[in-house]
C-alpha cells in the first residue's frame, strides 16, 4: 500500500510518516508512505494507492480532491483528533478503510 499525505511544511507531517511506518510495521503490512506539498500532486499521484490532507490545509482539500478524483484515487482528510494526537494507527486504518470503498 502506497500512501501520499499532504502538507504544508512537512514537520509534524514526518513525525506522523514515522508514526504510522512502526505501526505498519507492528502489524506485517508493507507500505509506503510519503509526504508532499500540495503543489507537487499533479506530477506524483500516480504512484500512490490514497492520498490524505493534513488538517492544517483542509482549505485546499477540494482542489486536491479534484486532482485524485481525477487520477481516481482516493482521498480523506485526516481527522484532527487522529491528527493532533500523532496517532498513526488510527492514520493508518483511516488510509486503509479510504482504500477499501
Known sequence: MNILLICSGGM???LITQKMMKSAED???QVKIESAS???LEDIINGYDVVLVAPQIKYRYDRVAEIAKSHS??????EGLLYGTMNGEGILK????LIKK
Open 94 to 97: 483511516q488510509a486503509e478503510g
Open 27 to 29: 502489524r506485517g503490512l
Open 12 to 14: 509534524s507531517t514526518s
Open 38 to 40: 500540495a503543489e507537487n
Open 73 to 78: 484515487k482516493p482521498i480523506g482528510l485526516i
